[in-house]
């Protein structure tokens, strides 16, 4: 049998086929097949009793009487039927099991539940690190401005005109300088 003829004998073909969605050129080249392969005539035959078959059951609509306490008696029979199945020692063997893999699962969750919380728990600290960071960081700045300031304008104020006045005004105005440059810096780092 070579290729071309395996590919003609797929059973996907017949029931293709039957149902009419093959394309003409691969229905003309069915149809040539059929004529030379009993296998695929029989095939064919057997799907169209099918199909028939099929038809025909799903155009009868005969309903089967049911009893009305149907669900009632099979769901008794069911519980009837099943006592004396298992023994004890396969109940006892199976809530071992189920014991088990609960105690299983429950240390499964636990492990991720750790690793997750550690996880939780660095990243506060960190971030507590980070602002206690920040702050030191900002006082610093801060009073290291001052000392700046203060030196530069008691130096100017003090030593080279001889009076405190300018130097009060100017330690104010560079007070109220620095005061509006951290202000902004804490709003711009506030908003990244």
């Not at 009837?80 to 396969?90: I, K, L, N, P």
């Not at 996880?119 to 960071?133: C, D, H, M, N, Y």
């Amino acid at each position: 049998m070579g290729k071309s003829q395996e590919k003609i004998c797929e059973r996907n073909l017949i029931a293709a086929y039957v149902d009419g969605e093959l394309e003409t050129d691969l229905t003309l080249l069915f149809e040539d097949h059929l004529e030379g392969c009993a296998e695929c005539r029989t095939e064919l035959r057997a799907h169209r009793l099918f199909v028939c078959e099929l038809d025909a059951a799903m155009l009868e609509s005969a309903e089967i009487p049911v009893p009305a306490d149907f669900s009632r008696m099979v769901a008794a029979r069911a519980a009837s039927d099943m006592r004396g199945v298992r023994t004890s020692a396969e109940h006892r063997k199976a809530l071992t099991i189920c014991a088990v893999l609960a105690l299983v699962g429950f240390a499964l969750l636990g492990a991720a539940a750790r690793t997750t919380l550690f996880l939780v728990a660095e990243r506060f600290v960190g971030t507590i690190f980070s602002v206690i960071g920040f702050m030191g960081t900002a006082i610093y700045d801060t009073v290291a401005g001052f000392a700046v300031v203060f030196r530069v304008v008691s130096k100017k104020a003090v030593i080279d005109s001889g009076s405190l006045g300018p130097l009060v005004v100017l330690l104010a105005l560079a007070i109220l300088i620095l005061s509006r440059l951290i202000s902004k810096y804490h709003r711009t780092s506030a908003t990244e």
